[in-house]
């Protein structure tokens, strides 16, 4: 079920540019923040002060893309089909994993044991970032889907 079976067309494709518009700067700046670890993580040695920068930054778009998400996730619901709303209840599942995956990764890597294993912490980040990506390229996929008016 595409946004304009519940709405008439102006209004659909009016919220559906809207989140559209929330959605793409939500994912720019998830691609903004991957980068930015990326560099991070090719640093040779650890890097504390950068390292601190990076997790502030993602502390702060784990708040604004998760706002954004859910956002999204609760309109998409109010207008799904129940094939539709188990698409999006998987892909909710997903997000919450994921979610708990990274904070059980940044509660084990504290500053000190990063410090102590900086190899190690390298390729166990790469890995959630990696997850994050594939969950953000996923979501993006749905939501293409979604938001685009019939």
């Known amino acids: 079920m595409h946004l304009s079976s519940e709405l008439t067309g102006s209004a659909a494709a009016s919220v559906a540019a809207h989140l559209r ?20 993580l090719d640093l040779p040695v650890f890097d504390r002060a950068k390292l601190i920068t990076v997790r502030l930054r ?3 778009l784990r708040l604004v893309h998760g706002a954004v998400v859910n956002r999204v996730y609760r309109y998409l619901v109010a207008n799904s089909d ?4 188990e698409e999006l209840e998987t892909m909710r599942l997903g997000r919450q994993r994921l979610l708990q995956q990274a ?5 084990e890597w504290t500053l000190a044991t990063i410090a102590d ?21 996923a979501e993006r996929r749905l939501l293409d889907r979604r938001l685009t008016p019939a």
């Open 117 to 137: 294993n900086w190899p190690k912490y390298q390729y166990n980040t790469r890995i959630i970032v990696r997850r994050w990506l594939d969950l953000m390229n």
């Open 82 to 85: 129940p094939a539709e709303l």
């Open 103 to 107: 904070a059980a990764h940044a509660a």
């Open 58 to 60: 993602l502390a702060q």
């Open 21 to 40: 518009v929330e959605v793409d700067g939500a994912f720019a700046d998830v691609l903004d923040y991957t980068g930015q670890i990326k560099l991070l």
